[in-house]
């Protein structure tokens, strides 16, 4: 049940499981604190296979896969956005894109938004074009006067792989570094719920691997609206 009509954290991504690989643990606190935790996707993820092509059975699943990872989580609820195809979004209007996540925020307001940078993570150009039209969206409410009080991009720079030197500057700069150590289990078992995806496995293992080194996990953010003035790093420790 949702304990606030309107407030909270909210992500902003592209593919069922991006909220396990980036932001599952930030959520997770946040709704521990009583906040609401929400998440909004563009896309069913039905191109997820290893040739990338459209298949409307996966693109199921993955919805499936996007449902049970929310329950482990911890979220108050999902939204799937209509009409914007796995790997195509970016060949969508951008101006719908801006409409519908601008219509989907007015109607929640959450105090933050967590969403993809100019580099999405991973490149991806579904994972950058909605992370633009977010911000775009935010824009749009900011003159309406309802904009969120806080914008994030996920950085994942301590993560528990390998340094990044191919980030763009402000997801490589995280002004935000959550330990989500206390709720790594959940992230862990929503990563599992992406069992179609080979890569879910692989990040399960790494945090393993990182929990056994370090006994610590944090994900990094830098926030963008408001801008955090320099000098980094000194680092903001909750997004809400
Ligand atoms: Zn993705």
Same mark, same amino acid.
């Given at each position: 049940?949702?304990?606030?009509?309107?407030?909270?954290?909210?992500?902003?991504?592209?593919?069922?499981?991006?909220?396990?690989?980036?932001?599952?643990?930030?959520?997770?606190?946040a709704r521990d604190a009583g906040r609401t935790t929400r998440l909004l996707v563009?896309?069913?993820?039905?191109?997820?296979?290893?040739?990338?092509?459209?298949?409307?059975?996966?693109?199921?699943?993955?919805?499936?896969?996007?449902?049970? %990872?929310?329950?482990?989580? =911890?979220?108050?609820? /999902? *939204?799937?956005?209509?009409?914007?195809?796995?790997? $195509?979004? +970016?060949?969508?209007?951008?101006?719908?894109?801006?409409?519908?996540?601008?219509?989907?925020?007015?109607?929640?307001?959450?105090? %933050?938004?967590?969403?993809? =940078?100019?580099?999405? /993570? *991973?490149?991806?150009?579904?994972?950058?074009?909605? $992370?633009? +039209?977010?911000?775009?969206?935010?824009?749009?409410?900011?003159?309406?006067?309802?904009a969120p009080n806080a914008v994030y991009v996920v950085s994942p720079v301590f993560?528990?792989?390998?340094?990044?030197?191919?980030?763009?500057?402000?997801?490589?700069?995280?002004?935000?570094r959550i330990d989500v150590t206390a709720v790594i289990g959940r992230k862990i078992?929503?990563?599992?719920?992406?069992?179609?995806?080979?890569?879910?496995?692989?990040?399960?293992?790494?945090?393993?691997?990182?929990?056994?080194?370090?006994?610590?996990?944090?994900?990094?953010?830098?926030?963008?609206?408001?801008?955090?003035?320099?000098?980094?790093?000194?680092?903001?420790?909750?997004?809400?």
């Amino acid at each position: 049940m949702i304990d606030e009509g309107i407030g909270g954290l909210a992500a902003i991504l592209a593919h069922p499981d991006d909220e396990s690989f980036s932001c599952a643990g930030a959520l997770a606190l946040a709704r521990d604190a009583g906040r609401t935790t929400r998440l909004l996707v563009a896309t069913l993820g039905e191109a997820g296979n290893p040739e990338g092509v459209a298949d409307p059975l996966l693109g199921e699943m993955r919805e499936d896969e996007l449902r049970c %990872a929310a329950e482990r989580i =911890g979220l108050d609820e /999902v *939204t799937l956005l209509d009409g914007y195809p796995d790997g $195509g979004v +970016a060949e969508q209007p951008f101006e719908r894109l801006v409409s519908d996540i601008a219509a989907w925020l007015s109607d929640r307001r959450p105090d %933050a938004v967590v969403t993809f =940078g100019a580099h999405g /993570v *991973t490149g991806n150009r579904d994972h950058i074009i909605v $992370g633009s +039209a977010t911000r775009w969206a935010v824009e749009r409410l900011a003159e309406a006067g309802i904009a969120p009080n806080a914008v994030y991009v996920v950085s994942p720079v301590f993560g528990p792989t390998a340094n990044r030197f191919d980030l763009s500057p402000e997801e490589q700069g995280a002004t935000h570094r959550i330990d989500v150590t206390a709720v790594i289990g959940r992230k862990i078992t929503a990563l599992e719920c992406h069992a179609s995806q080979t890569d879910a496995a692989e990040a399960i293992r790494d945090i393993r691997a990182a929990l056994d080194a370090d006994g610590l996990i944090f994900e990094g953010y830098t926030r963008v609206r408001p801008p955090v003035p320099p000098p980094h790093p000194n680092f903001g420790t909750r997004l809400l």
